[in-house]
């Protein structure tokens, strides 16, 4: 699945999060580490909900880029 993948730059670090995937977040010092840490953690998320027989959220996003 494609989830449409948030990385913001903070003052020290990157921030990434999915927003179809509440809680699912990750950061790094660098936009590099982010993007591989926030793919773990979908994979994490996805998994933990399937072992507790709940729903996989289906991709809904729609990325903006320049708005």
Known sequence: MD?????????????????????????????EEASTLIREAI????????NDGLPVPQPSSTELVGA
């Open 3 to 31: 989830y449409t993948i948030v990385i913001e730059k903070g003052p020290t670090s990157y921030g990434a999060h999915v927003l179809e995937l509440p809680g699912c977040v990750a950061a790094a010092d660098t936009r």
């Open 43 to 50: 994979q994490l998320y996805i998994e933990e909900l399937r």
